[in-house]
C-alpha cells in the first residue's frame, strides 16, 4: 500500500487574523499540472503496464536469478514506487490543503483504488525473496557491489520473514488496505468538518486548540469546555474509528503470529523492543523530575491553588503576546541554520522561494503540520498552520529540518531514502534546538531567557513526556481492544489512567478531558508512531551535547548521518559521534538536558 502524508504533530498555532505578511502556498506543479494532467494520465498508463510486465517477467521466477537480473529487477521495482508515490504525494497534498472539498477527496480515493489495484499483482515479490534462502542471497550480493547496496531494504523485507503468509492471503490483504484507508478517510473529515461555537463565533479545531494557548484565562476555559462539548457529541463516531481500527490490527497480527501489537511498529522502525522499552521507562521513570516538577513551577507563575488542563499551555504571565511576522520567523530560522553550517541555510531557501511551504491557516486545511518527502526526483513540501506565535517559529524550523532532511537523503533513491521514524525526527529537532538556542543567545536580559528556557522546556515535555503518555495509552487501548469492544467510556478510562500520572499533582482535569484522545490523529493513521518524537528529542540532546562538546568536524559527520537516510541502522549512524541507543543510560543524558533546564530555572525562581 503507498501511504498518504498525514498530519502529525500536535501543534499549538495561534488564533485571529493577524497582518503576519505574504504566507506562502504549495506550488504543486512540480508533480503535477492539475487532476487532468496528461503527465498525470500517462504515468497511470504506464503504471498499470508496468506492474502487468512486472508480474509477468519475475513471478515465480526470483529464485532463479543472478546477481545482474536481480539488480534490474530491484531497479524497475524501485521506478514503479516512485510513479505511484508522485501520484498520491500529489493527490494526498491537495487533499490535505482542503479535506472539505468533495471532488478532491473523490480524486485521492479513485488514485488510492487504482495504485492498489495496479499493484497487487507485485506482492509476490517480497514473499518470493523470503523464500530465497540466506546463503543463496548472500552469494548474489556479493556478486554484484550496485546490487550489494540494496541490503538494508532486503533485510527489512527479511525481518518479516517470520510474520509472512500464503502468497493468496497476502494479495488479499493488500487489497483489502483500501478499507483501512477509508476508515482514516472518516476520521480526517470528521476532524475538518467539526465547528466549535466560541462567543457567537464559529471557529475549526486549530483555532479553537489555540485557545488552550490564550492569555485569558476565560479564554482559555472557554476552548477547553468547547472542545470538551464538541468531542462529547462525536464521541461514538472517533470509538468506532478506534474499534474499527484497533481491531483490524489485532487480527491482522494475529494470522501473522506478531508477537505484540507493537512488533509491527518497530520492525518498520528498525529499532530493537527493548530500546523503545528502555526509552519509555527512562521517561515514566523521570516524570517527577521533568514534568511535575515544571508544572508545580507553572501554578506558582500562573498563582493558581491548581492547574486546569486548559492552564497546561497557557503563556507565562510574564510572556508578552508577541506576534512574529512570516518574514521575521523566516530570517531567524534561516539565520540559525547559517551559522550551524551555510549548507544547510542553502539547502533550506527553496522551501520560501519556489513553493514548497502552504503556511496559511484556512478553512478545510488540515490541522497540525508535516513535511512530506514525496519522491526523491522531485522535492518535499512543507505543510504548517502558521498564525504568528513563537512557538509556530519553532514548528517551521522543526519542519524544514524534515524537509532538509528528505532533500539529503533523496540521493540513496526512492527504496533506501525513507528514514525509519526513530531517526525521522533527528534533523527536526536539532533544526529546532539550533533556532532555540540562537533565540536564547539573543535574549535581552534574565526576564526574556526565563520565558524562553520555560517555553523550550515545555515543548519538551510534550515532545517527551506528552507523546510517552500517548505511547502508553496506545498501548493500553489495543490490548483493551483484544479482549472485546470497547465502549466510548473504556476508551476514556484509558485516557485518564495516564494523564494523571504523567502531568502531575499540579493539576485538575475538568469533566470532559477524558475525551481529549479522540482528535490525535497519531493513533489512527501511524499506531505507535509517538514513541518516535521521545525518541527523537533525547537523541537530539544527546547529539547536541557532543556538538557542544567537541564542534570540530561535527559538521561533517552530521551531513553524512542524514545523507545515508534509510540505509544505515541508528547503531552505525550514531557511532561516529561516540553515542549508542541501546545503552540503558543513553536517555538518561538526553533527558538530563530537560532537568538541567528546570534546574536553572528553579534557581531563577530563587533569585527572584
Given at each position: 500500500?503507498?501511504?498518504l502524508?498525514?498530519p502529525?504533530?500536535?501543534v499549538n498555532a495561534?488564533?485571529g487574523?493577524?497582518?503576519?505578511g505574504?504566507l506562502?502556498e504549495?506550488?504543486?506543479?512540480d508533480?503535477?499540472s492539475s487532476?487532468?494532467?496528461p ?5 497511470l498508463q504506464w503504471l498499470?503496464?508496468e ?5 509477468a517477467?519475475?513471478?515465480g521466477?526470483?529464485a ?5 537480473e536481480?539488480l534490474?529487477c ?6 514503479i514506487?516512485?510513479i505511484?508515490?508522485?501520484?498520491m504525494s ?8 482542503l479535506t472539505?472539498d ?9 488514485m488510492?483504488?487504482k495504485?492498489?489495484?495496479?499493484t ?9 525473496l523470503n523464500r530465497?534462502d540466506d ?5 548474489l ?10 541490503q538494508?531494504?532486503?533485510?527489512r523485507?527479511?525481518?518479516?520473514k517470520?510474520y509472512?503468509l500464503?502468497?493468496?492471503l497476502?494479495?488479499f490483504?493488500?487489497d ?9 478517510r472518516?476520521f ?5 468538518g467539526?465547528?466549535f461555537?466560541?462567543d457567537g ?6 483555532s479553537t486548540?489555540n ?11 472557554k476552548?477547553a469546555?468547547e472542545?470538551?462539548r ?5 464521541v ?20 501473522r503470529?506478531?508477537?505484540t ?7 518498520s522502525n528498525?529499532v530493537?523492543p527493548?530500546v523503545?522499552?528502555a526509552?519509555?521507562n ?7 523530575k521533568?514534568?511535575h516538577?515544571?508544572?508545580?513551577l507553572k501554578r506558582?507563575?500562573l498563582?493558581l491553588d491548581?492547574?486546569?488542563v486548559?492552564?497546561?499551555n497557557a503563556?507565562l ?5 508577541k506576534?512574529?511576522?512570516w518574514?521575521e520567523a523566516q530570517?531567524?530560522?534561516?539565520q540559525?541554520?547559517?551559522?550551524f553550517?551555510p549548507?544547510?541555510a542553502?539547502?533550506a ?13 484556512k478553512?478545510?486545511k488540515a490541522?497540525?503540520?508535516f513535511?512530506h518527502?514525496?519522491?526523491?526526483d522531485?522535492?518535499?513540501?512543507v505543510?504548517?498552520?502558521y498564525?504568528?506565535k513563537?512557538?509556530?517559529v519553532?514548528?517551521l524550523?522543526?519542519e524544514?529540518?524534515?524537509g532538509v532532511?528528505?532533500v539529503?537523503?533523496?540521493?540513496q ?8 521514524l526513530?531517526?525521522?525526527?533527528t ?5 529546532e534546538?539550533?533556532t532555540?538556542?540562537?533565540m ?8 526574556e531567557?526565563?520565558v ?13 513526556v506528552r507523546?510517552?503518555?500517548f505511547?502508553d495509552?496506545?498501548c493500553?487501548?489495543?490490548?483493551a481492544r483484544?479482549?472485546g ?9 484509558l485516557w ?5 500520572e504523567s ?5 485538575e482535569f475538568?469533566?470532559g ?6 482528535y490525535?490523529p497519531h493513533f489512527?493513521h501511524?499506531p505507535f ?7 527523537g528529542?533525547?537523541?537530539?540532546n ?10 570540530e568536524g561535527?559538521q ?7 545523507k545515508a537516510?534509510g540505509?544505515?541502522?541508528h547503531?552505525?549512524l550514531l557511532?561516529?559521534?561516540g553515542?549508542d541507543?541501546?545503552d540503558?543510560?543513553?536517555?538518561d543524558?538526553?533527558l538530563s ?9 528553579e ?6
Open positions: 500500500m503507498f501511504q502524508p498525514f502529525v504533530h500536535d495561534s488564533s487574523s493577524k497582518d503576519l505574504n506562502p504549495w506550488d504543486l506543479s508533480l503535477y487532476q487532468n494532467a503527465e498525470l494520465s500517462r504515468d498499470d503496464q506492474c502487468a510486465s512486472f508480474a517477467d519475475y513471478e521466477k526470483l532463479n536469478l543472478d546477481a545482474a536481480m534490474a530491484v531497479l524497475r521495482n524501485e521506478r514506487n516512485t505511484a508515490g508522485r501520484i500529489f493527490a494526498g497534498l491537495r487533499y490535505y490543503q472539505i468533495g471532488d478532491r477527496t473523490k480524486f485521492m480515493s479513485d488510492q483504488e495504485i492498489t489495484n495496479f497487487t499483482p507485485l506482492v509476490f515479490f517480497t514473499l518470493e530465497i546463503a543463496t542471497l548472500q552469494a550480493l556479493d556478486a554484484n557491489s550496485a546490487l550489494a547496496r540494496y538494508p531494504v532486503f533485510d523485507i527479511r525481518a518479516m517470520p509472512q500464503s502468497d493468496e497476502e494479495k490483504l493488500h483489502l488496505g483500501v478499507v483501512g484507508d477509508a476508515w482514516e472518516l480526517d473529515e470528521t476532524i475538518a467539526l465547528s461555537e466560541i463565533e464559529s471557529l475549526g479545531i486549530e486548540l485557545l488552550l494557548t490564550d492569555p485569558d484565562r476565560a479564554q482559555r476555559e476552548g469546555v472542545l470538551a464538541v468531542f462529547g457529541d462525536t461514538k463516531t472517533f470509538a468506532r474509528v478506534h474499534n474499527t481500527q484497533a481491531k483490524e490490527k489485532e487480527i491482522l497480527d494475529r494470522w503470529g506478531m508477537p501489537p507493537q512488533t509491527g511498529r518497530h520492525l528498525h530493537e527493548e523503545v522499552e526509552l519509555r527512562a521517561v515514566v521513570t523521570a516524570y517527577p521533568l514534568s516538577r515544571y508544572y508545580e506558582k507563575w498563582g491548581v492547574m486546569q486548559w492552564d497546561r503563556p504571565p510574564m510572556e508578552t503576546n506576534i512574529v511576522g518574514e530570517k531567524t530560522v534561516m540559525a541554520y547559517e551559522d553550517d549548507r544547510m542553502d539547502l531557501e527553496p522551501f520560501f522561494t519556489k513553493g514548497w511551504i502552504d503556511a496559511a491557516v478553512p478545510g490541522p497540525g503540520a513535511a518527502p514525496t519522491v526523491t522531485v522535492h518535499p513540501y505543510m504548517l498552520n498564525l504568528g513563537p512557538r509556530d519553532m514548528t524550523a522543526h524544514l529540518g524534515h532532511h528528505q539529503l537523503a533523496a540521493g533513491g526512492e527504496m533506501l531514502s525513507s528514514t525509519p526513530t531517526l525521522a525526527e534533523a527536526s529537532v536539532f533544526g534546538m539550533l532555540f538556542r540562537k536564547l543567545d539573543g535574549a535581552q536580559d534574565a526576564a531567557r526565563k524562553m528556557l520555560a517555553g523550550k522546556v515545555e515543548d519538551m515535555i510534550n515532545t517527551v507523546q510517552i503518555a505511547y495509552f496506545e493500553k487501548l489495543h490490548d483484544a479482549q469492544e470497547l465502549t466510548p467510556d473504556d476508551i476514556n478510562a485518564m489512567s495516564v494523564q494523571g502531568l502531575g499533582p499540579a493539576f475538568m469533566d478531558y477524558e475525551t481529549f484522545w479522540a490525535i489512527v501511524s508512531y509517538v514513541y518516535a518524537y521521545a525518541f528529542d533525547g537523541l537530539v544527546a547529539l547536541y551535547a557532543v556538538y557542544q562538546e567537541q564542534p561535527f561533517e559527520k552530521y551531513f553524512d548521518m542524514l537516510g540505509s544505515k541502522h547503531k552505525e557511532a561516529p559521534f553515542l541507543a541501546s540503558p543510560t543513553f536517555w543524558k538526553g538536558m530537560i532537568s538541567d533546564m528546570i534546574d536553572e530555572l534557581a531563577m525562581e530563587e533569585q527572584a
